[in-house]
């Protein structure tokens, strides 16, 4: 705008209630603030406009007052007329100025506005600092009478501009901003301050129409939010359209990625704060939700390729969204259980004889795989978490492997857990130890059936420790804190017990040495002898399902031990279980160098053996006779040692009456210890089909015994209702069938420990 040259000061009015004379000289005093402020006023100038200004208002006698009394009123009116005759002063100011602008477009539009606005609002505020009188006294009269038309005076070069020029300019305005934000999108370098100072503007212009002192940002959310949004929306939709139609999902996620870390930058630079959210959400529904459908297709090829970078940026983008993860959550799910199956698939070639080693391996390789992608592609969502252990869940429990008999599964996995607490050769270190001991809860958690490996892992617990084969106690006893942490203490009270168990026959041990060092009858004619007493109700091991006669030297040694424990605990019965008895026996006959060889054997193999002590050959009816052993355990008892060549046999290889068997004196090893006592396959079959047996009966127990605690509780209930109140009791053990269940239930009603009522409604019978 051209600045007009200044009149020179005109003289100052002879009378304080002069409006004319007071007027004209204070429009010089504004017009020098207005338009040639840099030239500056010099303080008695100032002084004299704000004296004027200061007399007029306290004038004791109003122009044109005939019938009033009050003097304040004439004060009133002659306030009034001065804030009338500077508001019409400001309209005439901004009408030259416009004028002025429509002359500009795009840059030198802004350029215009921006150096305008700044000049206007600073001549505002010094002449605010002016009229403080009229502020203080006319204006807060006003106000506070209720007046929505009275303001502050620089409030009022505010309402002037916003009514006067900004209706008019500010789309030419925003226009010019918003090609400027698209060059720098485009990625051209603009002058960024000047975006700024426009939405300065914007907001400074948002007065409170209730209370003018009071700002708001309606202005600016109508006239500068608004239309920003709309334009980002379609400059996006318009990129991102193009962009997809000549390049791959991969590299526009990277773009997307791009373009929404440039319009997070953006906002400190030269936007309100406030627009963060709404320019967020505009950016992601254009980027985004428009193009989801086309970003979660690729979604199965990138996990079929392991591209993990690239799935954790489509989770990034895609969770930005309402549910835009559930679909790729589905197919997750579904890939893992595909994964988990075809591996589990590879293994089940080996059909019955499945290694349970890599079987679990199997298991746990596509458990940890897809653990490390949910942790670092997908964030540990737990949306993601959910979905891993329900596929998990799926291929841990419903494989190929488990086809035939679902119970597979815990089977296969107690039988890895024993194989991993046993002492062998290769022993683990602590940590190795703990390593694998954790892999085995990975897959018990996803275990359903958690009562059959329960079952499996008691018995050969129970092995372990009778055997006296663990690898360590800590572990062991860390193994057991594991499984209670994980299903409770019933779950492993036994075993706990089985612990105790061992400890206390640790002691008693110590106890029957001492005794007999300090007997008459002295020691076990040279036997080392060892003793565990195991208690019934907590081991689950079978008494011995032949009849034996044990030698005489091992008779006397074990009659000496029960009169020792009968003397100490009176009225307890000692079952003794010949089946998992063993011992080593010194080969004297046969020797490597020097060194005999001794023979690890059990108790049945030792029985047959000492025979030998008094004839050289022995025959298969005088061992059968003597040992009183069952056909199904005397054969695989003689057969392990024709195999070791312990023993020969005539005619050759044979176990069956009329065979006579000698000792082998030419027996060669390349240990002096030689292990005989092996688990026969056919045995380890039996168990493990006996082993089923017992669950198929705990089962029916356990649900028996729930169903009776909650209708003891409820007193009557609905036959639907018994039966899901009944699976949530015990889906922690195994996943009951409601055949099963209503089995159970007709059970209990014969036993008349329920009653049937009307309709489906069943009573409890105390």
């Known amino acids: ?56 208002c306290t004038a004791q006698k109003a122009v044109g007052q005939t019938n009033l009394n009050s003097t304040h009123r004439g004060a009133h009116l002659l306030g009034e007329e001065l804030y009338k005759r500077l508001n019409e002063y400001l309209k005439g ?21 921006i150096k305008e606005w700044k000049r206007y609002t600073t ?134 990625s791009r373009r929404l870390d440039e319009e997070k930058e953006r906002v400190p630079l030269y936007l309100l704060s406030e627009i963060m959210q709404p320019l967020m959400k505009t950016c992601e529904q254009a980027l985004i939700a428009k193009h989801a459908g086309v970003l979660r297709d690729e979604f199965q090829i990138l996990l079929d390729n392991d591209r993990e970078e690239d799935m954790a940026r489509m989770y990034t983008l895609l969770n930005r969204i309402p549910e835009g993860l559930d679909p790729l959550r589905t197919k997750f799910e579904a890939h893992v259980r595909r994964s988990g199956l075809l591996a589990v698939e590879k293994v089940a070639q080996a059909g019955e004889a499945v290694d349970p080693k890599q079987y679990v391996d199997a298991l746990l390789e596509v458990n940890a795989r897809y653990t490390a992608l949910v942790n670092t592609a997908f964030s540990e969502d737990a949306e993601f978490v959910r979905a891993l252990d329900n596929a998990c869940r799926e291929y841990v429990n419903r494989n190929q492997v488990c086809q035939k008999n679902s119970s597979k599964s815990p089977e296969l996995l107690s039988k890895h857990a024993d194989n991993v607490l046993k002492r062998s050769q290769k022993s683990s270190e602590e940590d190795d130890m703990e390593k694998l001991l954790n892999q085995v809860m990975t897959i018990f958690k996803y275990i359903e059936d958690k009562d059959v490996f329960q079952k499996f892992y008691s018995k050969m617990l129970a092995k372990r420790l009778v055997h006296g084969t663990s690898a360590s106690g800590d572990a062991e006893t860390s193994m057991i804190s594991k499984l209670k942490d994980a299903s409770g203490f019933e779950y492993t009270n036994k075993l706990q017990r089985m612990f105790q168990d061992m400890q206390t026959s640790k002691d008693l041990n110590k106890g029957y040495e001492e005794h007999q060092k300090n007997s008459l009858s002295g020691g076990d004619s040279g036997m080392d002898t060892s003793y565990q007493i195991l208690g019934a109700g907590f081991w689950p091991l079978q008494p011995p399902t032949t009849n034996f006669a044990p030698p005489i030297s091992l008779v006397k040694a074990y009659e000496r031990f029960t009169h020792f424990y009968n003397d100490k605990h009176g009225g ?33 193999q030792m029985a047959i053996l000492l025979l030998f002590n008094d004839s050289d050959t022995v025959t298969y009816d005088e061992i059968a006779a003597t040992t009183i052993l069952a056909k199904e355990t005397l054969d695989p008892s003689i057969g392990i040692m024709l195999k070791a060549r312990v023993l020969t046999a005539v005619p050759e290889g044979k176990t069956e009456p009329g065979t006579t068997y000698s000792l082998n004196y030419n027996f060669k090893h390349k240990k002096t210890k030689v292990n005989l006592n092996i688990a026969i396959k056919a045995e380890q079959k039996q168990e493990a089909e006996e082993t089923h047996k017992t669950i198929e009966e705990d089962r029916k127990m356990l649900m028996q015994s729930a169903i009776v605690r909650i209708m003891k509780s409820r007193k009557t209930m609905k036959h639907t209702q018994l039966v899901s109140e009944t699976i949530s009791q015990i889906k922690s053990r195994f996943s009951p069938k409601v055949a099963d269940i209503k089995k159970c239930i007709d059970i209990l009603l014969e036993k008349e420990y329920l009653e049937r009522l009307e309709g489906d409604e069943l009573g409890y019978l105390a």
């Open 1 to 56: 705008m051209a600045t007009p040259g200044l009149r020179p000061a005109p003289s100052l009015p002879t009378s304080k209630d002069d409006i004319n004379g007071t007027w004209k000289y204070l429009e010089w005093g504004v017009d020098s603030i207005m338009i040639n402020l840099s030239a500056g006023l010099t303080l008695p100038t100032y002084m004299a406009l704000y004296t004027s200004i200061h007399n007029f």
């Open 93 to 113: 100011h901004l009408n030259g100025v416009h004028g002025e602008m429509v002359k500009h477009v795009d840059e030198a539009l802004l350029t215009f506005y």
């Open 123 to 256: 001549a505002g505020t010094f002449n605010n600092h002016l009229f403080k009188y009229l502020n203080r006294h006319w204006v807060k009269r006003e106000m506070d009478e209720g007046k929505k038309d009275v303001f502050d005076i620089y409030t009022l070069h505010l309402v002037r501009w916003k009514d006067d020029m900004f209706g008019s300019t500010q789309n030419a305005v925003m226009d010019a901003v918003l090609r400027l934000v698209e060059k720098q999108r485009n990625g051209e370098t603009i002058e960024q301050s000047k975006i700024k100072s426009v939405v300065d503007s914007f907001v400074s212009l948002g007065i409170d129409d209730a209370d003018s002192t009071k700002t708001t940002l309606d202005v600016y959310r109508k006239h500068f939010e608004e239309p920003f949004l709309a334009a980002t929306k379609n400059y996006y939709e318009k990129e991102s359209a193009e962009f997809l139609a000549v390049n791959s999902v991969v590299d526009y996620m990277k773009k997307a």
């Open 572 to 604: 307890r019965k000692l079952t003794w279980l010949w089946n998992l008895c063993k011992g080593e026996i010194r080969a004297n006959y046969v020797k490597m160098g020097k060194v005999a060889y001794t023979f690890q054997v059990s108790t049945y």
